[in-house]
């Protein structure tokens, strides 16, 4: 298990503590929704003294905080490295984009929130004009699908709006809740490595992780087939196992049969 810093996280809970990520979890991912993000996380979260984010709880966490869980995962199983493929604009070639996870949440962390205090015990903020608001949360996010861009993000205002008028200078507010709850859905500059020309690259690291999770489940399958194979374990008994105890089975399995094989004369 590992924990997890929250900002600005539930009511008597700014950390969360995530059991190990097992076959059974990996299996249940599906189509990459937001519902399965969160069932995941469900999954994952575990009941601990000093914190009030168990499981069911996700819904009830900012938005900024889930993904701050998703990314903890993505580092602790994937590795710090994201990479994808992007097609230029411009040329029309395809070229590869990478990054660093770690860099690009300090350089989020980083972010001053100017004239903002907080946040308080109930996560709610104060902006300099004595206005207070709290931070989507992922329930609210929910809440607002299937409205256009404006409509949705003029009712997350409102929402999240503890007092004060949200209709007053409404990017202002905007602005300090992405200053104070940054999140990683976001775009990021990258550069054509043939033309030069300039790129934005869409984020997602909720819509990450779940692709590289679902995509892996090929690895998943073989991996159970090396083990039952070796041991003569059941199916559950395998997918029971903690995703490294599976991995660490694997590569002792791999391991032996290739000293056998250079052992044949």
Known sequence: MFSVQLSPGLRGGKWARLGPLRGHDETFVGNGSVVDGIALLDRLLVETPGTTVGPG???DLAVCDADRLF????LKYVGELVEGAVSCRNCREPFQVSFSLRNLLANLDARAGHNIVGPDEDGIYTL???RRFRLPTVSDQQSVRGLQTDAAAGALLERCM???DPGDSPSLLQKAMDAVGPVLDLELDAACPRCGASESVRFDMQ???LRT???EKRFLLREIHLI???YGWGYGEILSLTREDRQAFVSLIQAEREARGRARP
């Open 57 to 59: 709880r996700a819904r």
């Open 71 to 74: 990314a903890a995962i993505y």
């Open 128 to 130: 300099s004009d004595g």
């Open 162 to 164: 503890v007092a004060g």
């Open 207 to 209: 819509a990450y992780l």
């Open 213 to 215: 999770l679902a995509h």
């Open 228 to 230: 039952a194979v070796t």
